[in-house]
């Protein structure tokens, strides 16, 4: 999926968490902004776990929801990442898709890292962000290519995570142990 263009209008992002098994999260980010039926890229090599799916506006570009699933014991720690970050909402290239409610299925699978009240979903490794585009509470990385190549949601609510840290604590130590120094 590559970038196309850079919008700076503010939209109004909607995130959800909802815990779907014991272990398992899944998380939706909706674009209040999108106007049309979406098209959808998937990264769907995760075994264990549904398809993540990025859905594109095709009428005008815009990312218009991201649904994935965290699995509690594949979340990994990260150090901070160094990268410089614009404000803004990523536009994509709609080439890739041959019709709306298109969906293109890609043989990659995705990485979850946690970071001081930050989720990244990573499609690369972590070496490869070059740019941030920030958008309300999410940032889209882009490697040198111009790929998108991972997200994050910053300034994670205390409620967010709760329920993180439920399924990472279910995954890693059953119902009664102790996560607070893994998060």
Known sequence: MEKQGLITSKFEIKIFFQKVATDLLMVNIVNQAQSG???????????SIPPLELGVDCQNGF???ITFFVD????????NINISISD????VNTTVFKKTNDYIDVKQSYDVFYNKRKLIC????????MKAFKMDRIEVFVNDKNQIVGF???????????????IIQ?????SGGDILHIL
């Not at 509690?72 to 150090?79: L, M, P, S, Y």
């Not at 994050?152 to 439920?166: F, P, Q, V, Y």
Request: charged share 30%; aromatic share 12%.
């Open 122 to 129: 990573s499609f690369s490794e972590i070496k490869n962000f």
């Open 72 to 79: 509690g014991f594949d979340v990994k720690n990260i150090e």
């Open 37 to 47: 039926i979406p098209s959808y890229w998937r990264l769907t090599k995760n075994v």
């Open 63 to 65: 990312i218009s929801n």
């Open 152 to 166: 994050s949601i910053c300034d994670l609510s205390e409620n967010e995570e709760k329920l993180l840290r439920s």
């Open 88 to 91: 803004g909402a990523v536009l």
């Open 170 to 174: 279910e995954k890693c130590y059953g």
